[in-house]
DNA sequence: ACCTAAGCGGACGACGCCCTCCACTTATCC
DNA sequence: GGATAAGTGGAGGGCGTCGTCCGCTTAGGT
């Protein structure tokens, strides 16, 4: 650690390959979700398949690449509920552009949902985006407008909910996840709440599945 | 056509062979949901893949046959929530125990929500689910129990939502799948409904994926 | 007991995906 | 413009699943 060096010394074709081999990621993992051959990905971006494992030695490494924009748009809208002066809203809103997030890319869910063990600064982030969530359920809860008995397991439901839901709709991914999660921050709110069974012990760390 | 012979005339090593192959296919399916290799299932049934193919050409055929007894479960739990002198509680019983029967068999889900385009027999039982399910919700609604928007749609979005969770909770599905029936029948209660977004053009036939 | 057709099993070719190896190309530095 | 190391592409070996083919076994009738 501490060459200084590591990547930032990519011949330029090499570099401009390495962004073709993204954007075509992208566009693959959005439409058919994580599970297409790396070869798609490779014809895709005009490139060899050689090519495209040079710059990624696994799929995951890609995955993280890909994504790693989405986390941090991801982060930001977390900041922002954050920062909102009604604690309900913030969640509300928070919940709603991620699983909105779900709708616009099927990728993004089964790596927002998977944990890569190898992935020191992944990890790091997540952590974060579970505190954050944290700070964001206690005061949503102290605000008296969420239920005292949501649990972080929750937000891991509903979010493994959407991404079944956006992937199984075909067409109708957008409307259907809307609904749905409607239904889910009705059921949410303080209001009229009723007592519950108990919440699974499910963490953002504790689901994961590459496919 | 109209041979009358059909297959009533297997022999019976035949007959009992047939038996190992869907007891095998039960539990593989259950284990392991749908996607099994056939290979799998033979050897758990102790018998070659020709056999296995010989009695079930298709991978839909087997299946179907597998579940012929959890469909009629199935209906039988409609039937009872129909004859419920409360509209309310047949409504949610059944829906608990539809969702409880995901829990205990990660392959049933799949079958239920799969259309065979070939399967004329399950296509009728279909139709008939869907004649029960509407029922019991004009009933539900009618007692002022069901919320009014509520959708047929809507449990198709259970279903999926409950068929995820089951799939990744691994251990926890009991438990996550009870929270999150849950709040999806909170939610679905007329009491202190607010407006919701359209409901998604989704059907039971609809909705088809095949592993 | 014996005949015959139904039944059986495992080997096998096809397919699709993964990932690596190596001979060829090309950017970059002088 | 030439040396050289970085970069590239496609062929190919490995693996796992599918579904079929064919020679052997055995049930069941006589």
């Known amino acids: ?5 590591s990547r930032i010394e990519l011949r330029a074709d090499a570099r401009h390959n390495r962004e073709l081999i993204l954007r075509a990621a992208r566009e ?3 439409a058919r979700g994580l599970d297409v051959p790396m070869a798609a990905i490779a014809r895709r971006a005009g490139l060899g398949v050689a090519t495209l494992y040079r710059r990624f030695p696994t799929r995951e ?6 994504f790693a924009d989405q986390f941090a748009e991801c982060f930001s809208v977390l900041d922002d509920a954050l920062t909102d002066p009604d604690p309900w809203r ?8 991620v699983c909105a997030m779900q709708v616009a890319d099927r990728g993004f869910t089964a790596a927002f949902l998977t944990a890569f063990p190898g992935a020191i600064d992944y990890e790091r982030r997540r952590v974060e985006a579970e505190r ?54 009705h059921s949410f709110r ?8 108990p919440a699974p012990p499910l963490s953002l760390h ?6």
Chains 1, 2 share one sequence.
């Open 190 to 197: 303080a209001e009229g709440a009723a007592s519950l069974p």
């Open 132 to 185: 954050a969530l944290a700070e964001l359920t206690r005061r949503a809860k102290e605000a008296g407008r969420l239920r005292p008995d949501f649990e972080h397991a929750d937000l891991v439901l509903m979010l493994l909910a959407n991404n079944a839901v956006v992937a199984e709709a075909g067409e109708a991914a957008p409307v259907a996840s809307q609904r749905l999660v409607a239904y889910f921050l």
């Open 28 to 30: 693959a993992f959005a």
């Open 206 to 211: 504790h689901v994961h599945r590459i496919p």
């Open 61 to 66: 490494s890609l995955v993280m690449e890909v």
């Open 90 to 97: 913030g969640f509300r809103t928070a919940v709603e552009k």
């Open 1 to 5: 650690m501490g060459e200084g060096s």
